[in-house]
């Protein structure tokens, strides 16, 4: 089992950047693909971004592609999202997710393949 805690958000203006964070506790954090999901209010959950065990593949929801950055440092059981050119549309409750699997290569995008959720941070940019 892990335990997920997420920290970094804030408020910012658009175009700003912030690096959130995920610490994680509990043994075997590399045998964990993760994800970054995000719901706006009145909205539903939505993908924005996933790591393999490793971090050497990635991928990203379209809306955020060129401007997001998901990476983990296994030795510090952390991940993080770095997020430049932020805009007011990307206000939301930011989660970080694990998924604790055999393949290493695997990335996961839906909200029901994670195992664990952390409880949220939020991020707001205003215009």
């Known amino acids: 089992q892990v335990q997920l805690v997420e920290s970094g958000g804030g408020l910012v203006q658009a175009g700003d950047s912030l690096r959130l964070s995920c610490a994680a506790s509990?043994?075997?954090?590399?045998?964990?693909?993760m994800g970054w999901f995000r719901q706006a209010p009145g909205k539903e959950r939505d993908f924005v971004a996933a790591i393999t065990w490793s971090g050497g593949s990635t991928a990203y929801a379209d809306s955020v592609k060129g401007r997001f950055t998901i990476s983990r440092d296994n030795a510090k059981n952390t991940l993080y999202l770095q997020m430049n050119s932020l805009k007011p549309q990307d206000t939301a409750v930011y989660y970080c997710?694990?998924?604790?699997?055999?393949?290493?290569?695997?990335?996961?995008?839906?909200?029901?393949?994670?195992?664990?959720w952390g409880q949220g941070t939020q991020v707001t940019v205003s215009s």
């Open positions: 509990g043994r075997t954090f590399s045998r964990y693909a």
């Open positions: 997710a694990a998924k604790f699997t055999s393949d290493s290569g695997r990335r996961y995008y839906r909200e029901i393949e994670y195992d664990y």
